[in-house]
RNA sequence: GGGCCAUUAGCUCAAGUGGUAGAGCAGUGGAUUCUUAAUCCAUUGGCUCCAGGUUCGAGUCCUGGAUGGCCCA
């Protein structure tokens, strides 16, 4: 009898005998409404107040013009005779007790399992122990559960099982429930945020014929009448921007993106991007944007979900510093030699000096390479010219320190930073700065460590375009699998006159992820991606 | 891709140095019926992830594999 097939077939059985009382196990003639979505909404944010149950008669307080209130949902607790009913606005309780129930209900009812929906309708009342509970004088069976629930104080843990099952996860775990309503909201107040500032929400194509937009490996999928290969898309930026040729000069999507790239805490095969972008403005007027972009979403999380938003190691409010990518590698070195962040290989070799003396630096580099994890090695030696060194040191050596080296005036938290300047080669979408073309008026913004955007003025030169696709294609001669096609159309677009403007790109799972406190991208993600579970 | 860890009843977890695999919850039968993880009595339930190996004897040790987690890449 305990199997899960002996559990299965016990509900089975209890099926069967509802059918014998004339109940269906999965009817669907009971129907709600508005005014009953509301009653019942309002019945169980009050059982939540502790104050406003006080008000509520006992039950031999009970008038008959008392009001009946609907309860529906899921039963997840049996206590003495009492059902607790999780609803998607909470949970609360019903005493039921056969003797106020019509024959016909109380034979219903002891066919009750444990995850069985159910009605119950009844005056509101406060129990001995000053709780609410709805006095049913009316239960229903809405629809029968044949699998048992996970225990009802433990919930459902085993972490696989959760992912697999988000279903049960879901309903057994309300806290997880939370952060994805919490995602909604994130995702809600941003397109409010950009509706107000006057973009237009758009569609691009998720099926594309070439890659660009970024440095990814792409899915390959085909059509078949076409007869033609393609690839879910790794960005939606170059239609986007084709969009501002064609005079929408404020547009935003948000939507999946793919990239054919290994899972881990922070990546998922499938994840969702926002990119906007704004004609008549600059990367430098894009980090005021999207300073108050993101506090202003914080601030809606923080009103709804204040349990999911404590306790953090950033401070939005704090300053958000702005930092040149040399001058980050130049801070690195020296808050190591004042002993705030550790030593390592590079401290050693580098000098403030070297990061601006191409030749310095590269000697530097070739001095230092055997120091380093092969990895470190692999990617340093794939670097031929300085914008790409320099790229490559700002990756190895300053970005896992960025917490320890911004931070708010006491200490106590990280500071959000931009780290701007970006070397034009690894920048292939870029407009290059007036001043000195080698570099671009590009950022990247990190909170609490956390690589979370990428923006930059764009690059409307359709000649110039033109040579960083050639670039991107000698990059994929020299082996680099990752590089961008040439796309002759975005280059024909351009030509006809794309006008100035800035772009932003925003992980909006990494935005989730660090608002609600998730250490993991599968805790932001209804259904991350695993491996099917073998037969 | 590499390292470490985990996998035992439907769920949550126990089972020195190898010696008959157990509890709570859920389930079943009964009692009780204003409970807050309801309570009380009784009770069912196991291919210990899989395949090999060592051993008189393996949940435990060894090898290989599967899945997942964490860290590194």
């Not at 059509?223 to 404020?250: C, Q, Y």
């Not at 972009?293 to 404590?310: K, N, P, Q, Y």
């Not at 930059?456 to 359709?462: G, Q, T, V």
């Amino acid at each position: 009898m305990a199997t899960e097939d002996e559990l299965r077939q016990t509900r089975l059985n209890k099926a069967e005998r509802l059918r014998e009382l004339g109940v269906l196990p999965y009817p669907n003639t009971w129907r709600t409404n508005p005014e009953l979505e509301e009653q019942r909404r309002h019945l169980v944010l009050l059982a939540a107040d502790e104050e406003a149950c006080a008000k509520l008669p006992l039950e031999d307080e009970l008038t008959d013009d008392a009001p009946h209130v609907p309860l529906f949902g899921r039963v997840i607790a049996k206590r003495g005779p009492f059902l607790v009913i999780r609803t998607p606005h909470g949970d609360a309780q019903s005493l039921v007790r056969p003797d106020s129930l019509s024959e016909r209900d109380a034979a219903v009812l002891k066919l009750l399992d444990l995850a069985d929906h159910v009605l119950v309708e009844g005056p509101a009342i406060r129990t001995k122990t000053g709780a609410l509970a709805v006095s049913a004088r009316r239960y229903e069976h809405l629809g029968k559960a044949l699998l048992p629930p996970p225990a009802k104080w433990h919930g459902l843990k085993d972490v696989e099982k959760r992912y697999r099952e988000r279903y049960v996860d879901l309903f057994a775990n309300p806290a997880v429930a939370e952060v994805f309503r919490a995602r909604t909201l994130i995702v809600q107040s941003l397109r409010r945020f950009l509706d107000a500032f006057g973009f237009l929400e758009v569609e691009t194509p998720l099926l594309h014929s070439i890659r660009g937009g970024a440095t990814a490996k792409p899915f390959d999928t085909h059509h078949n009448a076409l007869d033609l290969d393609l690839i879910l898309r790794i960005a939606p930026e170059l239609h986007l921007k084709r969009l501002l040729v064609g005079g929408f000069d404020r547009v935003y999507e948000i939507g999946r993106t793919f990239r054919n790239e290994g899972i881990s805490t922070k990546h998922n095969p499938e994840f969702t991007i926002l990119e906007f972008y704004m004609a008549y403005a600059t990367h430098e007027d894009l980090m005021d944007l999207v300073v108050d972009m993101i506090r202003a979403v914080d601030a809606d999380v923080r009103v709804r979900f204040a349990g999911l938003t404590g306790d953090r190691t950033f401070d939005l409010q704090a300053d958000w510093k702005r930092v040149r990518m040399r001058e980050a590698i130049a801070d690195r070195l020296q808050q190591a030699g004042q002993g705030e962040v550790p030593e390592t290989p590079w401290t050693q070799a580098l000098s403030r000096d070297a990061i601006y003396d191409e030749e310095a630096f590269a000697t530097a580099c070739n001095a230092i390479a055997p120091k380093l994890d092969p990895a470190a090695q692999k990617q340093l030696s794939h670097c031929e010219t300085h914008g790409e060194r320099v790229f490559a040191v700002f990756e190895l050596l300053v970005e896992p320190d960025l917490t320890a080296m911004y931070r708010t005036p006491n200490g106590a938290q990280s500071a959000p930073v931009f780290i701007t300047e970006f070397p034009w080669e690894v920048s292939p979408l870029a407009r290059r700065n007036d001043d000195d073309p080698s570099y671009v008026d590009r950022f990247e913004l990190f909170i609490d460590g956390r690589e979370l955007s990428n923006a930059f003025s764009e690059l409307n030169d359709s000649d110039d375009q033109a040579e960083r696709f050639e670039s991107q294609l000698r990059n994929r001669e020299r082996g680099d699998d990752e590089a961008m096609d040439f796309d002759a159309d975005y280059i024909r677009a351009l030509s006809h006159g794309m006008p100035p403007a800035a772009g932003f790109g925003l992980g909006v799972d990494r935005l989730v992820m660090l608002l609600c406190n998730q250490p993991s991208i599968r805790d932001v993600l209804l259904f991350p991606l695993l491996r099917p579970e073998a037969e």
